[in-house]
C-alpha cells in the first residue's frame, strides 16, 4: 500500500513525522540497494550532483544537525570535491539516519546506482505536499536548504 500524507499540517514536529515516513516507506521496499557508506557520492564536485531538498527534509536535516551539536554549515566546503556539509572531519555523515532523499535514491554507483524515478514518484509527491503545506518553494540546494532551516528550528 502507498503511503499517503496527512491532508493538514499546522506545525513541524507533524511535518517532520510525515517526512520520516516517507523515508520508512522507502526502507520498506523491495529495491536493492546496500549503502556502504563510502561517500564517495557525498562530494558533489567530482559526482557533478548536489542533493536538492524540500523544506520538510531541509527542517529534518537542520533537527539533526542541531542533534549532532553543530548549530551552522561550514561556510565553505572543500573546494576540490565540494564535500558534503555534512560530513565530519572523519568523512562520514553526521545525519545519516535523517539523510534526505536525494541521498537514500541518488546515483551512487557503490549502493546500487540510481533508482528508478517510477519506483519512487509517490513518495517524491508526498514530500512535495509537505513541502506545499510548509509554505515551501520546492526543492532547494542542499547546503542553501539546510541553512534557510536552520533559522527556522
Do not use: W
Amino acid at each position: 500500500m502507498a503511503y499517503r500524507p496527512t491532508p493538514h499540517i499546522k506545525t513541524i514536529e507533524p511535518a517532520l513525522a510525515e517526512v520520516r515516513a516517507v523515508y520508512d516507506e522507502l526502507a520498506a521496499r523491495p529495491i536493492e540497494r546496500t549503502c556502504i557508506g563510502r561517500t564517495e557520492c557525498c562530494h558533489f564536485k567530482l559526482t557533478g550532483k548536489t542533493p536538492l531538498l524540500t523544506k520538510g527534509e531541509a527542517l529534518l536535516a537542520a533537527k539533526a544537525l542541531r542533534a549532532a551539536g553543530r548549530t551552522k554549515l561550514p561556510e565553505t566546503t572543500d573546494a576540490s570535491t565540494g564535500a558534503c556539509p555534512m560530513l565530519d572531519a572523519r568523512s562520514r555523515c553526521i545525519i545519516y539516519e535523517n539523510r534526505p532523499f536525494g541521498c537514500r535514491t541518488h546515483f551512487c554507483a557503490a549502493a546500487g546506482g540510481p533508482y528508478a524515478r517510477r519506483e519512487v514518484l509517490d513518495l517524491i509527491r508526498c514530500l512535495e505536499v509537505v513541502d506545499f503545506q510548509l509554505n515551501g518553494t520546492g526543492p532547494h540546494n542542499l547546503a542553501v536548504a539546510v541553512r534557510e532551516a536552520l533559522l527556522q528550528t
